[in-house]
Structures are given as structure tokens and as C-alpha cells.
């Protein structure tokens, strides 16, 4: 069975819905998943990074804070360099995604984060494989609104609840990203 890993910083809970969602279609397209969250101190636990090195597939998740990743996923992503010395991640599938409270916010300086450190570790990036909804009859909940192809970028107001944001429109494509990451795993395998 393909395993995808997801391993993120959620500061509010609001990455952490996102999170869930593409754990969800994931899950769906049959993978087996493990949420790992990276804590307040920007640490995993030993059985977390084993659970990485296991893993077919491992999605970088952070919001955007001031043009980039948190903090807190920095650290980890420091600490990653135990598991890049030995190439430990090599040609695993890799992928990413992001939330901030506006509809840019530089969401897509995150995006590239994620995306250099899985090419630090040798990984093979997976974008959304998403068309954006850019028509005059596109809705705020459609599918990728947003419009991003690197990466999942989902958005929550600044004065939002996480039940409140990421609006369904940005969970479902959270779904179908992690349904496409899943799947790419399984050609891989």
C-alpha cells in the first residue's frame, strides 16, 4: 500500500484543516496517511521521522507568515538535514501546501520554500494538476480559486475560527491534491 505523510505547522488550526484535507483524499485514492504535526517548539518526535523515512510520499505543509514558512517549520526543516546527508528522501514523491489570510500574501514564496527543501532531498514535486476557476462565472468555493499549479494554497480571514476557513471550495481542493499526490505515489511505487 502507497503511504503518504504529511507533515506540517499549523499556528491557529487553520493549515491544520488543510492538512486534513489532503490527508482525506489521500485516503480516498486508497493510501495509507499519517498527519504529522511539527510542534509548538518546531519539533517531530523520533517515531515521526522514522514515519517519514518510511514513506512513499511527503507533503510539506506551513501558513505564510510574513512571505515564507513559519518558524516552527523552518526548524524542522533544519533538522532535515540528518536525513539529507544520507539521502534518505531521495526520489520520494514530494509536494506542498500553504494557507495565509489573504488571497496572495505570498503564498507562492512558501510554495518555492517547500519546494527547494524537497529538491535539497533529491524528492520528485508534485503540483496540483489543477486548472484554475478564472472565468466571470467562477465562485469564491470553486475548485483552485485560488489558481495555483505548484501547490496547494488555501486562504482563511485573518478574523476567522479554522471551523470557518479554508472555505470548502479550498478543503475540496485540498482533496483532489491529495488524491493526484496519492496517486502519483502509486505510479511510482
Known amino acids: 500500500m502507497t503511504t503518504v505523510a504529511i507533515v506540517y505547522h499549523s499556528g491557529y488550526g487553520h493549515t491544520t484543516k488543510a492538512a486534513e484535507a489532503v ?42 507568515y510574513m512571505g515564507t514558512v513559519s518558524w516552527q517549520f523552518k526548524k524542522f526543516a533544519d533538522a532535515s538535514s540528518k536525513p539529507w546527508f544520507s539521502q534518505q528522501w531521495k526520489d520520494k ?3 506542498g501546501f500553504t494557507n495565509s489570510a489573504t488571497m ?10 517547500l519546494f527547494t527543501l524537497s529538491q535539497q532531498h533529491s524528492m520528485i514535486w508534485v503540483g496540483t ?11 469564491r468555493n470553486d475548485i483552485n480559486y485560488v489558481g495555483s499549479f505548484s501547490g496547494l494554497m488555501t486562504q482563511s480571514p485573518s478574523d476567522s475560527t479554522p471551523e470557518e476557513g479554508p472555505l470548502p471550495g479550498d478543503l475540496e481542493t485540498a482533496k483532489l491534491f491529495g488524491k493526484r499526490i496519492a496517486e502519483v505515489a502509486q505510479k511510482f511505487r
Open 93 to 95: 514523491i514530494a509536494a
Open 129 to 139: 494538476g489543477l486548472m484554475p476557476a478564472n472565468s466571470k462565472a467562477a465562485q
Open 23 to 64: 490527508q482525506a483524499g489521500a485516503a480516498a485514492a486508497g493510501a495509507a496517511t499519517e498527519l504529522i504535526a511539527i510542534n509548538a517548539e518546531g519539533n517531530i518526535s523520533d517515531a515521526q521521522w522514522a514515519s517519514l523515512a518510511a514513506a512513499d510520499a511527503i507533503v510539506f505543509g506551513s501558513p505564510t
Open 104 to 113: 496572495n500574501g505570498d503564498k507562492l514564496s512558501t510554495l518555492h520554500y
